[in-house]
């Protein structure tokens, strides 16, 4: 069965600073995507990044980069000049071949000002 | 605008009233799903859709049903709602859901109350 571990329940970051929130993964599977979602205090799932099991550069979209460690089955997200706007809550999730996606129980992020 | 639209978005009922809870979406997605996010629990698939007239459980199917009957639509209906499924809902579509790359979308979540 798929796994996503989020080890941190809470993050704080002081506004401008770089963050990177921890997601590890365990799967059988050769074949997968790993994703990234926020979710604001409005309640939204906000879709931020994705990576592939055979992608072998980092995926990075703006601000936001994926830290791919396959070896280690770990997806960590890393927000640089990190935003008042950037508080909320942030699940990693996975999925492969047709297995639903599984989402991790979630970061809340803090930037403080 | 490409987007999955959810109605309500807001819902206070009472047990055993039947509901249903609309989703649609405008990218021509293969594949829709229903999740649940409770506190401490995260999100859970309810039901998922890879085509119209195909529909399957997910992980808590239990109090739900589903139809798929045209591409765009997926409602989520509760035939007696109970107090345990007061939870934030969300609909969510993809291109083809067999593919692992395919991003999941979401709707903006429907918030259900049941006294």
């Known amino acids: 069965a798929q796994k996503i571990t989020q080890t941190q329940p809470g993050m704080f970051v002081q506004e401008k600073e770089a963050v990177t929130l921890d997601c590890t993964y365990d799967?059988?599977?050769?074949?997968?995507?790993l994703f990234w979602y926020k979710q604001p205090s409005s309640g939204e799932m906000i879709f931020l990044i994705y990576?592939?099991?055979?992608?072998?550069q980092n995926a990075t979209e703006g601000r936001y980069s994926l830290n791919f460690q396959k070896a280690r089955k770990s997806a960590n997200l890393v927000i640089s000049a990190s935003q008042l706007g950037d508080s909320a809550m942030y699940f990693c999730?996975?999925?492969?071949?047709?297995?639903?996606?599984?989402f991790g129980k979630g970061t809340r992020l803090s930037v403080i000002a | 605008e490409a987007q999955v639209t959810q109605n309500p978005r807001y819902l206070i009922t009472v047990t055993g009233k039947k509901l249903t809870v609309t989703c649609s979406q405008n990218?021509?997605?293969?594949?829709m799903s229903w999740y649940r996010q409770d506190p401490g629990l995260g999100l859970r698939q309810i039901y998922y859709?890879?085509?119209?007239?195909?529909?399957d459980k997910g992980d808590v199917p239990e109090g739900y049903k589903v139809s798929r009957k045209e591409k765009r639509n997926f409602p989520l209906i509760l035939e007696s709602p109970s107090p345990n499924q007061t939870s934030l809902y969300f609909c969510?579509?993809?291109?083809?859901?067999?593919?692992?790359?395919?991003?999941?979308?979401f709707g903006p979540g429907t918030r259900l109350t049941v006294l």
């Open positions: 990576q592939g099991s055979y992608d072998e």
């Open positions: 859709s890879m085509n119209v007239e195909v529909t």
């Open positions: 999730a996975m999925n492969s071949g047709n297995t639903p996606l599984v």
């Open positions: 799967t059988s599977d050769q074949s997968y995507g």
């Open positions: 969510a579509s993809s291109l083809a859901g067999a593919v692992s790359t395919d991003t999941q979308y």
């Open positions: 990218m021509n997605h293969e594949y």
